[in-house]
């Protein structure tokens, strides 16, 4: 069956699926597609934080073991409806505007099309199409799809694609993303008192040292990794006194510093010097980190990206993707039309002519690791 890539990304990107809302209207669309391509569809669903329906897509077409897959998703980032028309798309010069086209719904378009050429009695293995929710804001819907899928878990594939835009070049590795929360507490009460504890001059020596650690960040290269552009961890810091007016000392104040982990990176010590800084002060401190993704650039998929693509190399991204929930399961590569510099931006786009050589190039990889 074939497939028109660029209606279909139309019609996905016409439908608001931002992250803060349920994706059920976009995933019943996808699900329908998928099966009248031919897909096995298993539909797996949960309720957010804020009770909002999520529902991730597990499409399979064929039998066996060892196969390939697909991975996207279907959330996006908000459409900013006050500046543009983010769920019109358009098509001009070229280009195809609005909300995901870029990230990710033309490469989500891309990868069922490409399923779609295929028949199932000519794969020798299954062929996987993944598409999550929630990616933008956590990805708890691939966290589901590897524990809790039944298609995913009995007839995991070997290979597989995170279709994220990367110019159609292949990608092997992308930095993670670790947090440290550093919280003060001091005591409310009127400033013409003068019997208020302010947290925000409980947590100012902590935060002088953190500007010093900024710079260590950025000019001590063991904290950094040279394969990545750029090569450092992207260390920020935000506060939060609850928006405490002038005239009460703050009760409770909240320093939120991020980070971007890369391979060999010292990621850990990151996270140590940040703690016992709070502690010495008397603060107390919370972390988490997601590691970050890496894969050989000789791995036989990276290599079957670049013949498929016909590129020179592959590269790395600062970027996270769902990879980081997948990639215990499987050898993974990131590969996708589109230019990350276009993604959550006023007026996204994603060039057409990449968008349906990508699915030659899907179809190629196909070929190579199903029949």
């Known amino acids: 069956m074939g497939l028109d890539v660029v209606q279909l990304t139309r019609d996905i990107v016409a439908i608001n699926s931002v992250s803060q809302r349920s994706n059920k209207e976009v995933s019943d669309l996808l699900e329908d597609t998928l099966k009248d391509c031919d897909f096995e569809v298993e539909r797996l669903e949960y309720l957010d934080e804020n009770g909002e329906q999520k529902v991730s897509l597990v499409g399979k077409k064929g039998e066996g073991s060892d196969g390939f897959g697909l991975f996207s998703h279907s959330d996006t980032v908000p459409g900013l409806e006050g500046e543009w028309d983010p769920f019109d798309p358009v098509i001009q010069d070229?280009?195809?505007?609005?909300?995901?086209?870029?990230?990710?719904?033309?490469?989500?378009?891309?990868?069922?099309?490409a399923g779609a050429q295929v028949n199932a009695a000519d794969l020798k293995k299954p062929l996987f199409v993944v598409i999550a929710a929630d990616e933008e804001v956590g990805g708890f819907g691939?966290?589901?799809?590897?524990?809790?899928?039944?298609?995913?878990?009995?007839?995991?594939?070997?290979?597989?694609?995170?279709?994220?835009?990367?110019?159609l070049t292949p990608v092997y590795a992308h930095k993670g993303g670790g947090r440290v929360l550093v919280t003060a507490r001091g005591r409310a009460a009127h400033t013409s008192t003068d019997k208020g504890v302010s947290a925000n001059f409980l947590i100012a020596p902590f935060l002088a040292e953190m500007a010093e650690l900024a710079q260590l960040f950025k000019t001590d290269e063991s904290f950094m990794n040279k394969e990545f552009n750029p090569p450092t961890n992207g260390f920020n810091m935000v506060l939060d006194d609850g928006g405490c007016r002038p005239n009460v000392a703050?009760?409770?104040?909240?320093?939120?510093?991020?980070?971007?982990?890369?391979?060999?990176?010292r990621s850990d010590d990151v996270i140590a010097m940040i703690t016992e800084?709070?502690?010495?002060?008397?603060?107390?401190?919370s972390s988490n980190k997601g590691t970050p993704f890496y894969v050989s650039p000789d791995a036989e998929i990276v290599q079957a990206g670049l013949k498929a693509t016909g590129a020179a190399k592959a590269g790395t991204v600062p970027?996270?993707?769902?990879?980081?929930?997948?990639?215990?399961?499987?050898?993974?590569?990131i590969l996708g039309p589109g230019d990350i510099v276009q993604a959550h931006t006023v007026g996204e786009?994603?060039?057409?002519?990449?968008?349906?050589?990508?699915?030659?190039?899907?179809?190629?990889?196909?070929?190579?690791?199903?029949?």
């Open 94 to 113: 070229g280009r195809l505007f609005g909300r995901g086209s870029c990230d990710m719904k033309g490469p989500l378009a891309a990868t069922i099309a």
């Open 142 to 167: 691939a966290r589901q799809v590897a524990e809790e899928s039944e298609f995913f878990n009995a007839e995991r594939p070997k290979h597989g694609v995170i279709a994220e835009p990367t110019r």
């Open 250 to 265: 703050a009760a409770k104040t909240v320093c939120t510093l991020s980070f971007r982990p890369m391979p060999n990176d």
């Open 277 to 285: 800084t709070a502690e010495k002060y008397g603060l107390e401190a």
């Open 319 to 333: 970027f996270g993707t769902d990879a980081h929930a997948f990639k215990h399961h499987l050898d993974l590569v």
């Open 349 to 371: 786009w994603i060039d057409i002519a990449q968008l349906s050589e990508a699915v030659g190039v899907y179809g190629q990889m196909i070929e190579q690791f199903c029949m």
